[in-house]
């Protein structure tokens, strides 16, 4: 009896290492969006290639990185995912009092940050890691998420939330506008009003923003609060979130930021913008930093 039997090298045996079952933290969620929060420490080139070969599956079949997922869906990992070499970070004791000096606010469920001058927000081109990657060593937690960004050069507060769950909660927040964010900055010039409201729109142009028809509804509220012959301390409350939006808005509106190297004025040893309050309604919470001394040197 002839059998045609077909043999299979032992590189084609799979070993399953994880079996993770969906909960309602991850009702809905893409199957890629799953996975990088599962392996937020893995290159995510690496990660989409798993998926597309089916070594991650869902209910035991290959699917694509848009699959929704659903509660009581078993996705499964491969070995290979477990074992790609894992980048994690340590931190210096100085980097551990830069993190405990910058916690203004903690409760149990977010946290809020005052950035300094200079910091990035997550790891980039030229930056091995930054805030997030630091708070997530610092705390020995990979469920933390920064909920609002701010610039490299801009300094303040940032919300940094302790699970997915609360995440969600306040990124829907934000995205309804029922967050309230003010900033400082301290500009050259003066304008003859001292309320007055900037409306033009912002369009993306590669790594920055420029004024357009062609852009985004943005809408920044600006009170001058102290002024002199050359400079002008503003009180600004953040309507809309676009990128850059406060910095191109004052250049275009001729107040350009001290400090701002690409749009405003490059003077000083930083950019004098600063995210100074941050209010939420709906947890009755509001908390704010006062002025910085080095603001207030402007009008000595």
């Known amino acids: 009896m002839n059998l045609n039997l077909q043999l299979f090298p032992l590189f084609y045996l799979k070993v399953i290492l994880v079996e993770f079952k969906i909960d309602k933290r991850f009702d809905g969620a893409r199957l890629d969006t799953f996975i990088r929060k599962k392996y937020k420490n893995k290159k995510l080139g690496f990660l989409y290639k798993s998926i597309r070969k089916g070594d991650v599956k869902v209910n035991d079949k290959s699917k694509n990185p848009s699959f929704k997922l659903q509660k009581g869906d078993i996705v499964t990992f491969d070995e290979e995912i477990e074992n790609e070499n894992k980048e994690e970070i340590e931190l210096s004791e100085d980097e551990k009092k830069l993190i405990t000096d910058s916690i203004v606010y903690e409760n149990d469920r977010f946290l809020l940050v005052n950035k300094s001058s200079g910091l990035v927000v997550h790891k ?87 004024i357009s028809d062609e852009g985004k509804e943005a809408i920044t509220q600006c009170r001058i609060i102290n002024k002199n012959k050359k400079y002008s301390l503003l009180d600004i409350d953040l309507i809309t979130g676009r990128k850059h939006q406060i910095r191109i808005h004052l250049a275009d509106f001729g107040l350009p930021i001290i400090g701002d190297y690409k749009y405003g004025v490059s003077k000083g040893n930083k950019m004098y913008l600063l995210s100074y309050s941050i209010e939420i309604p709906e947890y009755d919470f509001k908390f704010e930093l006062d002025i910085p001394e080095d603001f207030k040197l402007f009008f000595k």
């Open 124 to 210: 980039g081109t030229g930056h091995e890691y930054g805030l997030l990657e630091m708070l997530k060593s610092f705390y020995n937690n990979d469920d933390i998420h920064l909920i609002n960004r701010l610039d490299k050069d801009t300094s303040g507060l940032i919300i940094a939330s302790k699970n997915i769950i609360e995440a969600r909660k306040l990124n829907k927040m934000f995205k309804n506008r029922n967050v309230n964010k003010k900033y400082y900055a301290v500009v050259k010039g003066a304008s003859n009003e001292n309320n007055f409201k900037i409306t033009k729109r912002i369009k993306k142009t590669g790594s920055g923003v420029k």
